[in-house]
């Protein structure tokens, strides 16, 4: 509903929907809504995804679409109504192939619980301008960009054989083609994150997993954020290792631990004033970043 309720013109935009043979009424509601919206000139078009695959999807539906830009919302994310009308402003006014905007992260009732708030902490996901920044730049990615459709055709589409960080790889081939990326916080939007702690580490650790994948494969897309929770596991186990050798290395592997767990309570004091939180979010920090680096550590012994 997010991408049919924009300032945008109704007649100036479609929407493509990249339909994975459901059967659970999907396609009954998207025909309810087609119906609806083309007397607005609105135009919404289903297409198949016979593989079932993410990135299948976004690239048949990419192929299908008839502007000049393409877009796209996850199905747990909503977009800002002005969402549209801003990104095509940004990109019609800077030198960037891609522009993207500010994410916040609610829990799936719409409130910000302690895990949303771990999951927008610049200490439990990094420093990218879409999580952290207020200020308009040129940046290193974008979140639900809105890209020229010719790029696409220069680079390549989304890689199909990636389960997961589809769009860290794709970017990597946009920024290594010469191309720019553009930040502009006017451009809003919704992420609605996992609810329960065994869902926020299982993703964290595939996003770990498949970054090592990534850099397996010879991609430098990654940053050193992306490698510190690795970093962290691998001191880890060798101080555990080391500590059989010599007990110095055991209170040196301590001292990081217990350095981990104060960045993570100053971190934490600067999204809530609750006490109770704040503790919990400490533990919440270790625990993501111990998940991220052991999928890392996992993906070195699996061949793709």
């Known amino acids: 509903m997010s991408l049919i309720n924009q300032t945008y013109p109704k007649d100036k935009y479609e929407i493509v929907i990249a339909d994975g043979k459901s059967e659970d009424g999907t396609l009954d509601v998207v025909r309810k809504f087609q119906d609806k919206y083309i007397k607005e000139g609105l135009v919404i078009t289903v297409v198949t995804n016979e ?17 000049e830009y393409v877009t796209r919302i996850d199905a747990h994310a909503e977009a800002e109504p002005d969402f549209v009308e801003n990104s095509i402003k940004a990109i019609l006014t800077v030198d960037a192939v891609c522009v993207g905007g500010k994410l916040t992260s609610l829990s799936l009732d719409g409130a910000e619980n302690v895990i949303s708030k771990v999951l927008s902490s610049p200490f439990g996901v990094g420093n990218s301008s879409f999580r952290v920044s207020s200020q308009a730049c040129y940046a290193d990615t974008a979140v639900y960009g809105l890209y020229k459709k010719s790029v696409f055709e220069e680079v390549g589409y989304f890689n199909e054989k990636m389960v997961r960080n589809q769009d860290i790889e794709l970017h990597s081939r946009i920024k290594a083609a010469g191309y720019k990326f553009y930040f502009d916080p006017s451009i809003k939007s919704t992420y609605y994150t996992r609810t329960t702690l065994s869902k926020m580490l299982k993703q964290a650790y595939g996003n770990g997993f498949w970054n090592m994948i990534l850099l397996k494969k010879g991609n430098s897309a990654l940053s050193l954020r992306h490698l510190i929770p690795f970093a962290f596991v691998v001191f880890l186990m060798l101080s555990i290792i080391g500590g059989y050798f010599w007990r110095t290395i055991w209170a040196l592997g301590l001292g990081v631990v217990c350095l981990h767990l104060c960045l993570g309570l100053y971190f934490a004091g600067k999204k809530t004033h609750s006490l ?11 625990s993501l970043h111990l998940a991220y680096g052991w999928g890392y550590i996992m993906a070195i012994f699996k061949k793709i």
């Open 51 to 67: 593989k079932k695959i993410l990135a299948t999807g976004w690239n048949i539906a990419i192929n299908a679409a008839k502007g």
């Open 276 to 286: 109770l939180e704040i503790l919990e979010m400490s533990w919440l920090f270790m």
